[in-house]
């Protein structure tokens, strides 16, 4: 341990000693990455090609994130005839959109783009909510996955 880090594990419960040892991770988290998928020609899903009807749908992306996959890194535009439609992502299996990756119009005819990362199920399966059929237009496109 270095000098720096005794004295921070001093100033913890058990001197430190229930504390993860990072020394060397060197800024990554273990046992994870991430895999860029590269420059895609064209998005995954658009319009018409999800439903926009305010109920929970799956979304299999088992056809471009390989298995053994843990998250997968979204990009989404979406743009709406009217202010207040969402397009929205959660784990599968969840109850709740608490913990999720969402996007509003805020503004009738305007694109709003918006980024992040869902977890996956085993399947490779999230969980999307559209909330009616007002979109004018909408665009998913996974960037990447972590494993």
């Known amino acids: 341990m270095t000098d720096f880090g005794r ?9 430190g000693s229930d504390e993860i040892d990072t020394t060397d991770l060197d800024g990554h988290v273990a046992g994870v990455g991430y895999v860029d998928r ?14 926009t009807d305010g109920s929970e749908h799956d979304m299999d992306l088992s056809s471009i994130v390989p298995e053994g996959s843990i998250a997968v890194h979204l990009t989404f535009i979406i743009m709406g005839t009217s202010v207040g439609l969402y397009l929205r992502f959660k784990e599968k299996g969840n109850s709740n959109f608490e913990n999720r990756l969402m996007q509003y119009t805020q503004v009738a005819n305007a694109y709003i783009v918006q980024e992040g990362s869902v977890i996956l199920d085993s399947n490779r399966v999230i969980t999307y909510q ?16 972590f494993i």
């Open 7 to 15: 004295k921070h594990a001093s100033s913890h419960e058990n001197g």
């Open 38 to 51: 590269g420059d895609p020609s064209s998005a995954d899903f658009v319009r018409p090609n999800l439903d």
């Open 130 to 145: 559209a909330s009616d059929d007002a979109f004018g237009y909408y665009a998913v496109t996974v960037r990447g996955w």
